[in-house]
């Protein structure tokens, strides 16, 4: 049985920076590609951020492109989630994502293609 765990959330100032993790188990991590998703107070849940199975493409949301970065670890059967220049607009709750479809070789950044989820882990931007 495949499990996510997310971890890394908390409260960081504006400005400021935070690394969540996402730690898979149960199947081969390197089979999986990974997405991040968040879903604000009142609003629906929102692509972030998407890396193949190798790490060899990533995609990112105009929201986030140039703050973000979405590394992996595949030795260690773990996704990141690099947040640098954190704006009060990112605080949300994040979702850790695994897609386990060998035939799409992009990530995706549709959730209905993602299998497995995480439970979320909130992370809070004060200004």
């Known amino acids: 049985q495949v499990q996510l765990v997310e971890s890394g959330g908390g409260l960081v100032q504006v400005g400021g920076s935070l690394r969540l993790s996402c730690a898979l188990s149960?199947?081969?991590?390197?089979?999986?590609?990974m997405g991040w998703f968040r879903q604000a107070p009142g609003k629906g849940r929102e692509f972030v951020s998407a890396?193949?199975?190798?790490?060899?493409?990533?995609y990112y949301a105009d929201s986030v492109k140039g703050r973000f970065t979405i590394p992996r670890d595949n030795a260690k059967n773990t996704l990141y989630l690099q947040m640098n220049s954190l704006k009060p607009e990112d605080t949300a709750v994040y979702y850790c994502?695994?897609?386990?479809?060998?035939?799409?070789?992009?990530?995706?950044?549709?959730?209905?293609?993602?299998?497995?989820w995480g439970q979320g882990t909130q992370v809070t931007v004060s200004s």
């Open positions: 149960g199947r081969t991590f390197s089979s999986f590609a």
């Open positions: 994502a695994a897609d386990s479809n060998l035939a799409r070789y992009t990530p995706s950044i549709r959730r209905g293609d993602y299998n497995y």
């Open positions: 890396i193949c199975r190798s790490g060899g493409s990533t």
